[in-house]
């Protein structure tokens, strides 16, 4: 660990210049399946508790109920969490490094499978349909937690670019943004009365259930949303 901290540092001012900005940019196609566009709620409709309030409350739910929850609410995660992180390697400004997938299980307006997040386009791909609540939670280090959520969001990103330019300090960079974005979702489901929880998982078996459109890209993070198993909807 030291060795690879050592390894992915920068030492001189001149690195640090070189190190900012110029985020590479990903190539990602247009939908080809079909597409869902996102419902956010308007700024009217949005929770007004204080976010102190909001941190306070949150937590890593420890069990989710097999319950719904609503395209907007799902929608305004999606749209809140992802309108850029202030960070020296994301250039120009809303720049982002880690490609959302979804495994949706219980969507209200959303029939379940497996999803990408097209953020520029504010819409939703499908890139199969089904029940796949069995297989996200293989993925999640066959846990309970992402097969009972609503929906289950995999991090993915595309480290060749991004080492290329960074170096390997790029992988502290996608792990940095992808953690900042993960607070983001915490943040969002709690200020709607959801729960969340941060997981690990199988790697390569992530990439290949979301392949051939993740194909090449490396797991690096997952969050599971939904309605805590202790604070059931009425």
Partial sequence: MR?????????SPEEVEAWR???PKTDFPPPTGPIIQLQPLSDA???????EQVIQRRG???KFARSSITLPQLSTMLDRATRGVPADFLDPPG????????????????PPGAYVFHR???VLECLKQGNFRADAGYLGLEQDLPADAAVAIFFLADLRPILQRFGNRGYRAVQLEA??????FYLAAYAQGLG???LTFFDDDVTRFFSPHAEGKSAIFLVALGHSAKHKPA
């Fill in 60 to 62: 890593s739910t420890r």
């Fill in 196 to 198: 969340a929880s941060g």
């Fill in 120 to 122: 520029s386009r504010g």
């Fill in 21 to 23: 900005g110029q985020t």
């Fill in 3 to 11: 060795e690879m901290h050592a390894a992915s540092s920068l030492d």
């Fill in 45 to 51: 409709e949005m929770p007004r508790d204080p976010i």
């Fill in 95 to 110: 720049a982002q490094l880690n490609d959302l997938y979804l495994i949706v299980h219980a969507i209200e307006g959303l």
């Fill in 179 to 184: 953690g900042t974005l993960g607070g983001k």
